[in-house]
């Protein structure tokens, strides 16, 4: 049974930093693509980022250059460092693991995190 654990959510204030960790387990995650979605109440759930089994990783144009997307060496952690964040980062940050190998996560089924709340202040 696959279980995404996430941690790394809270207050802060704009421009400062936090980073969210996701832990997978049920399974070798290293041939998996991994990502992190973003919804506020009223809207989709967005992607963030998302890093690829080669480390690869790709972002939303409103993240660039501020957040980074990385993983450990087994392959089964995916954390997210937000930097330079902004009032409109509030949102709930969701992880997320594609179900299948060697597959991209966006469009793709997958397996979700509970969500950790991310609240940043004016």
């Known amino acids: 049974q696959v279980q995404l654990a996430e941690s790394g959510g809270g207050l802060v204030q704009a421009g400062d930093s936090l980073r969210l960790s996701c832990t997978a387990s049920?399974?070798?995650?290293?041939?998996?693509?991994m990502g992190w979605y973003r919804q506020t109440p009223g809207k989709e759930r967005e992607l963030v980022a998302a890093?690829?089994?080669?480390?690869?990783?790709t972002y939303a144009d409103s993240v660039k250059g501020r957040f980074t997307i990385s993983r450990d060496n087994a392959g089964n952690t995916v954390y997210l460092q937000l930097n330079s964040l902004k009032p409109e980062d509030t949102a709930v940050y969701y992880c997320a693991v594609a179900k299948y190998s060697f597959t991209v996560i966006d469009g793709a089924d997958k397996y979700w995190g509970q969500g950790t709340q991310v609240t940043v202040s004016s």
């Open positions: 890093i690829r089994w080669s480390r690869s990783s």
């Open positions: 049920g399974r070798t995650f290293s041939s998996y693509a």
